[in-house]
DNA sequence: CCGATTGTTCAACTATTATCGAACCATGAC
DNA sequence: GTCATGGTTCGATAATAGTTGAACAATCGG
């Protein structure tokens, strides 16, 4: 009974929090894998942070957050799941936001860059 | 031994820290102090959340929050102190960042304004 | 100098978050 | 159907943050 229902709850774009926002991105890994997300979504197994694994249970609670501040999205897709940034919606309710923070000037490359 | 410095420590500009500014502005209250704090400084009994008073520690406690993340200053003024926003600062190592914070649309206004 | 005012710091407590193993579940492949 | 894969949820514990009273400091006015 603790299953994993297929489609998770996403809030209507009407209803985001700015300050659960600026919660969600103010933890380092998650702000790291939304920048990996501004360009493409992401398949779930692809979220793990670039540098060692960290255990699923872990994984999914940081997508939870961000889930449910309204930052990513995070759709059944076959086996897996697509995680995707909710930019648009991001956009429209916070504008300028979502660019300002992903957009950082000066600030390290997401992904697997660092070597 | 335990008194308050006159001058309490600002981080440089360059040593601004998203996540500890995202942090720090994800907070409500805090949030509603920097609205207030955009058009001008705030003496520090101003600083007060507008609706209900709150013990002077737990204050005390948001604006070293705020200036340690590099959002505001807090410098001495007569036996006051004054709490600025550090704008120009954090936009230009965020460009963008805070006026997107400041202006969200539809917000409350901050202030005395609610009856 | 003395008192009133403003405000920081300390210490203790509470509350919220993070971390992670274990249990469980859906899907796709066979 | 059965198995392997990918992923959520629960429950417990650890770590971090918020709240507050009390102690202490610096300033200004008399």
């Known amino acids: 009974m603790t299953g994993a229902p297929r489609e998770l ?41 670039v540098n060692g ?6 994984l ?6 961000l889930r449910e501040a309204g930052v990513i999205r995070n759709d059944p897709h076959g086996r897996q799941r697509l995680v995707s940034l909710r930019r648009q919606d991001l956009e429209s309710r916070f504008p300028g936001l979502i660019t300002a923070v ?9 992904g697997p860059i660092d070597l």
Chains 1, 2 share one sequence.
């Open 9 to 49: 709850p996403h809030p209507d774009t009407a209803d985001l929090v700015l300050t659960d926002v600026l919660f969600a991105l103010s933890d380092p890994s998650r702000l790291d894998l939304v920048r990996r997300l501004a360009d493409r979504p992401l398949e779930g197994s692809a979220c793990q942070p």
């Open 53 to 58: 694994e960290i255990p699923k249970s872990t």
């Open 60 to 65: 999914s609670h940081h997508l939870k957050t």
């Open 102 to 110: 992903v957009d950082e000037p000066g600030a390290a490359p997401p």
